[in-house]
Nanobody, 121 residues
Framework: QVRLVESGGGLVQAGGSLRLSCAAS????????MAWFRQAPGKARDFVTA??????PSYADSVKGRFTISRDNANTIFLQMNSLKPEDTAVYYC????????????????WGQGTQVTVSS
């Protein structure tokens, strides 16, 4: 059974930092694309960043230069979020797919349950 479990969310003041983690199990995810999406209340689920098979990560323009995705040698990815802004407030989701590493959330096969990030002004 495939599982993605996010952790590390919380409440932070604007300008602060958080580091999210996503632990994957049930597959050998080292060759899978791994991504982060986020969803604010009443809004669509938006792409944040993705990394695929050792290639260069891609980032949404809104987070470029502030957020960094990384992965360890096993089945965990991280999202380092710096210089957080109130508009970064959302539930952050980890996603994975064997064949797709783009920005369309509908094409990812596996999802975590999400972790809440709240940035106060």
């Amino acid at each position: 059974q495939v599982r993605l479990v996010e952790s590390g969310g919380g409440l932070v003041q604007a300008g602060g930092s958080l580091r999210l983690s996503c632990a994957a199990s049930g597959r050998a995810f080292s060759s899978y694309a791994m991504a982060w999406f986020r969803q604010a209340p009443g809004k669509a689920r938006d792409f944040v960043t993705a990394v695929y098979r050792g290639g260069s990560p891609s980032y949404a323009d809104s987070v470029k230069g502030r957020f960094t995705i990384s992965r360890d040698n096993a089945n965990t990815i991280f999202l380092q979020m710096n210089s957080l802004k109130p508009e970064d407030t959302a539930v952050y989701y980890c996603a994975a797919d064997r064949d797709y590493g783009g920005r369309d959330s509908r094409r990812y096969s596996y999802w975590g349950q999400g972790t809440q990030v709240t940035v106060s002004s």
